[in-house]
């Protein structure tokens, strides 16, 4: 079993900034894509950014300049810096990881936490 848990959500005024972090654990032999995904009320879940193992990032266009996303291989922790928050941003936040582990190929998502950005 692999779990994530995000931590770093919660509430900031526009303009402001939070860091999210999601630390993968279990029997894992190796972590290929992390990435950040969100969701807003009414929509669908949407990818925020991503990250490779060896370091690069991807960017949705709304976010990009804005929110940085960085990852810790030998903490199988992945972080989102968002910085220059607009109540757009408001939404559920889940990390996703794909790798190995024990007992083969996995795909998972953390439970979400919530940022929400007052205007």
């Known amino acids: 079993q692999v779990q994530l848990v995000e931590s770093g959500g919660g509430l900031v005024q526009a303009g402001g900034s939070l860091r999210l972090s999601c630390v993968a654990s279990g029997n894992i032999f190796s972590i290929y894509t992390m990435g950040w995904y969100r969701r807003s009320p009414g929509k669908q879940r949407d990818v925020v950014a991503t990250?490779?193992?060896?370091?690069?990032?991807n960017y949705a266009d709304s976010v990009k300049g804005r929110f940085t996303i960085s990852r810790d291989n030998a903490k199988n922790t992945v972080y989102l810096q968002m910085n220059s928050l607009k109540p757009e941003d408001t939404a559920v936040y889940y990390c996703?990881?794909?790798?190995?582990?024990?007992?083969?190929?996995?795909?998972?998502w953390g439970q979400g936490t919530q940022v929400t950005v007052s205007s």
């Open positions: 996703n990881a794909e790798g190995d582990y024990d007992r083969g190929p996995f795909d998972y």
């Open positions: 990250i490779t193992s060896a370091g690069s990032p």
